[in-house]
Antibody
Framework: QVQLQESGPGLVKPSQTLSLTCTVS??????????WSWIRQPAGKGLEWIGRIDTSGSTNYNPSLKSRVTISGDTSKNQFSLKLNSVTAADTAVYYC???????????????????WGQGTTVTVSS | DIQMTQSPSSLSASVGDRVTITCRAS??????LNWYQQKPGKAPKLLIF???TLHSGVPSRFSGSGSGTDFTLTISSLQPEDFATYYCQQSYATPPWTFGQGTKVEIK
């Protein structure tokens, strides 16, 4: 079955760029109708959707982060990546990658949900 | 953005209890509502989509209902493995997707 694994530095200095990669196994990021997402969770707090990329490379971002975020895909490596620039302590969190799929269809639209998640990776922003 | 508000933020219950968690959306999201379960140190797991459809492998003691702005997640008979934090998430129309703040279900 599809598995996702996040990787990247666990410590990033303020004002620098956070870079994470999600490696997909057991499936392909080129799969039609799937989206590949990033979500984060500060310690003890709730989940925040960061953004997603689809098989064509089209992206959607959370408006609160849009000016600082880039999500890209590498089909040759079956990976997708997150870059978040100008980080501050507020960006310290566990970062998850996830697959978003179409789970059903009704009245002209699909139901989407995130059905496979990576284990998460902790990123701390500190000097 | 669509705002999602869960209540309560936490609750204490015993094994065998019936538990209900509420999620309110503003504005209306029809039934484009998902529920996730998260255990400490683990990634969330999808439980329910389309407000009331159980995801594959999810026990039948979990159920969801609602449409428009008001939704509920019910656990009919709480089991030891159900102690966790539960999140609602809307997937209406186009992103950004938003989550509720979570409801922690603790052992009484």
């Amino acid at each position: 079955q599809v598995q996702l694994q996040e990787s990247g530095p666990g410590l990033v200095k303020p004002s620098q760029t956070l870079s994470l990669t999600c490696t997909v196994s057991g499936g392909s990021i080129s799969s039609d109708s799937d989206y590949w997402s990033w979500i984060r969770q500060p310690a003890g707090k709730g989940l925040e959707w960061i953004g997603r990329i689809d098989t064509s490379g089209s992206t959607n971002y959370n408006p609160s982060l849009k000016s600082r975020v880039t999500i890209s895909g590498d089909t040759s490596k079956n990976q997708f990546s997150l870059k978040l620039n100008s980080v501050t302590a507020a960006d310290t969190a566990v970062y998850y990658c996830a697959r978003e799929v179409s789970l059903g269809y009704s009245y002209g639209d699909y139901y989407h949900g995130m059905d496979v998640w990576g284990q998460g990776t902790t990123v701390t922003v500190s000097s | 953005d669509i705002q999602m508000t869960q209540s309560p933020s936490s609750l204490s219950a015993s094994v065998g209890d019936r538990v209900t968690i509420t999620c309110r959306a503003s504005p209306s999201i029809s039934n484009y509502l998902n529920w996730y379960q998260q255990k400490p140190g683990k990634a969330p797991k999808l439980l329910i989509f389309a407000a009331a459809t159980l995801h594959s492998g999810v026990p039948s003691r979990f159920s969801g209902s609602g449409s428009g702005t008001d939704f509920t997640l019910t656990i009919s008979s709480l089991q030891p493995e159900d102690f966790a934090t539960y999140y609602c998430q809307q997937s209406y129309a186009t992103p950004p997707w938003t989550f509720g703040q979570g409801t922690k279900v603790e052992i009484k």
